[in-house]
């Protein structure tokens, strides 16, 4: 059974992720989605709401596992018996970084692979980060998450008091 692993922020999912994952649903028999806890880096959403939020935004794809995790990519991947990571490339920014990331774990875990996807050119623009800041700003950011994820940012929005 090939199983891949889409590691990520996902603060939240955007169109851009929802891409990537229904293109490579078809190569894998499964992917589990793994929402990464980044020490240090500091979160609008809890794991839990981004675990969810996927999962809502998610629906329609049907191989797929959603969870969350703390530590090495790697060590994930060795607990879930699995070889392959999905990641993203908007850019050659990307590039430069997830090279060098994958570089990292090739070198932690020699029998894993890391699979490049293309980013859609309609998402190129796209990033969780972006899409926060234009939502705090007040911006339509319809067409950039699934509609879940537009009510739970503006839930959460309205929590903080940044919203009307
Ligand atoms: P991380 O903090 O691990 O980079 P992100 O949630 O920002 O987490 O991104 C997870 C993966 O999704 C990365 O490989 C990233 O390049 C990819 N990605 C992010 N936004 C897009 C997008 N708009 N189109 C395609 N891939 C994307």
């Given at each position: 059974?090939?199983?891949?692993?889409?590691?990520?922020?996902?603060?939240?999912?955007?169109?851009?992720h929802v891409d990537i994952l229904e293109r490579s649903s078809g190569m894998f028999d499964k992917i589990i989605v793994a929402v990464v806890h980044h020490v240090g880096k500091r979160a609008l959403f809890t794991l839990e709401e981004r675990v969810e939020?996927?999962?809502?935004?998610?629906?329609?794809?049907p191989n797929l596992?959603?969870?969350?995790?703390?530590?090495?990519?790697?060590?994930f991947l060795r607990k879930k018996q699995a070889h392959i990571i999905v990641r993203g490339l908007r850019?050659?920014?990307?590039?430069?970084?997830?090279?060098?990331?994958?570089?990292?774990n090739k070198h932690l875990y020699p029998d894993s692979e890391t699979v490049f996807i293309l980013a859609n050119s309609n998402y190129t623009y796209l990033s969780s980060s972006?899409?926060?800041?234009?939502?705090?700003?007040?911006?339509?950011?319809?067409?950039?998450?699934p509609p879940p994820v537009l009510e739970m940012l503006k839930e959460k929005l309205r929590q903080r008091g940044e919203l009307q």
């Open positions: 059974m090939k199983t891949a692993v889409f590691p990520g922020s996902f603060d939240p999912i955007t169109f851009g939020m996927i999962g809502a935004a998610t629906r329609h794809i596992e959603i969870t969350s995790f703390r530590g090495l990519t790697v060590d850019s050659f920014t990307d590039y430069e970084y997830e090279s060098q990331i994958a570089l990292y972006g899409v926060k800041e234009a939502a705090l700003l007040g911006g339509d950011v319809r067409t950039m998450v």
